[in-house]
């Protein structure tokens, strides 16, 4: 199948490693040019290194999304470096484990900048030029949890929805213009945020080998999910071939969820 994303310029956030790293990787795969940002710079250039291999182009900045000076910056940058911008990808590190009582305000800010606001400023820095060359995609990673609650993941399950209901509302609004707005919900996934589930049900009595045997049983796929098999799907949305999907929200997460829409 040809995406026809040969030469397009994409801006992928948080994508030093985990579900960020693989999309870059994939995209860069099918001959995208790449602006790529992290936190842990060493981590950051090491994962560009590898992205330049392929002979693509590479910009790599190590930047907090959650400084909306520093996100703004990187944006800049990002478009000045490519020449433009055709897909977004965006991506933040997840939520803390904890239950509603465990949280504070304090954390409900930080994580409400973070989960939500760096896609709202993110997709704001993009969207003029997309209107203007009347074609986009915009990719959000979102969380198996907008479909359907996680034990205790109070800031991913309420916060994430909100990043739903722009993307419908955005898909909407950026129709006329060719842009298509869809979101990305991964289930159980090798990541360091499925590690910090892991270690909290560690820290409470349970062997790491009971917990992967517990989600594998739920999972009708039995496996836990690599980061490239979200990769794939966010290829194909950024592609050609879905030009007429948008405001979607598909779950990536081997049959884990039980509901039918």
């Not at 900045?61 to 470096?81: C, H, T, W, Y």
């Not at 990719?139 to 739903?164: D, F, G, H, Q």
């Not at 794939?232 to 007429?244: D, K, N, P």
Request: hydrophobic share 45%; charged share 20%.
């Amino acid at each position: 199948m040809d995406t026809g994303l040969k030469d397009k310029k994409a801006i992928v956030l948080a994508a030093s490693k985990g579900l960020g790293k693989a999309a870059a990787q994939s995209l860069a795969a099918e001959g995208c040019h790449l602006a790529i940002c992290a936190r842990n710079e060493e981590q950051l250039n090491k994962t560009a290194d590898q992205f330049k291999a392929s002979g693509v182009d590479v910009f790599a900045s190590a930047v907090d999304v959650a400084n909306p000076g520093a996100l703004k910056q990187f944006m800049e940058q990002s478009i000045e470096r490519l020449g433009g911008v055709d897909i977004l990808v965006t991506n933040a590190g997840g939520p803390p484990v904890k239950s509603f009582e465990e949280t504070n305000e304090e954390e409900w800010r930080y994580w409400y900048e973070v989960t939500f606001m760096t896609v709202v400023r993110s997709i704001k820095s993009v969207l003029p030029l997309l209107k203007k060359q009347n074609w986009g995609r915009i990719i959000n990673i979102t969380s198996i949890s907008v479909k359907a609650p996680v034990e205790r993941l109070i800031y991913s399950n309420a916060l994430r929805l909100a990043v739903v209901g722009l993307a419908k509302t955005l898909s909407i609004e950026l129709g006329p213009f060719n842009i298509t707005v869809n979101n990305v919900a991964p289930g159980y996934h090798l990541t360091d945020g499925l590690e910090r589930i892991v270690k909290k049900r560690m820290e409470a009595g349970e062997t790491r080998e009971d917990i992967f045997a517990a989600w594998e049983n739920k999972i009708p796929m039995r496996r836990i999910g690599q980061p490239g098999d979200l990769a794939g799907l966010i290829v194909f949305l950024a592609s050609e071939q879905a030009g007429y999907i948008t405001g979607a929200t598909i779950q990536v997460d081997g049959g884990l969820y039980p509901g039918t829409l």
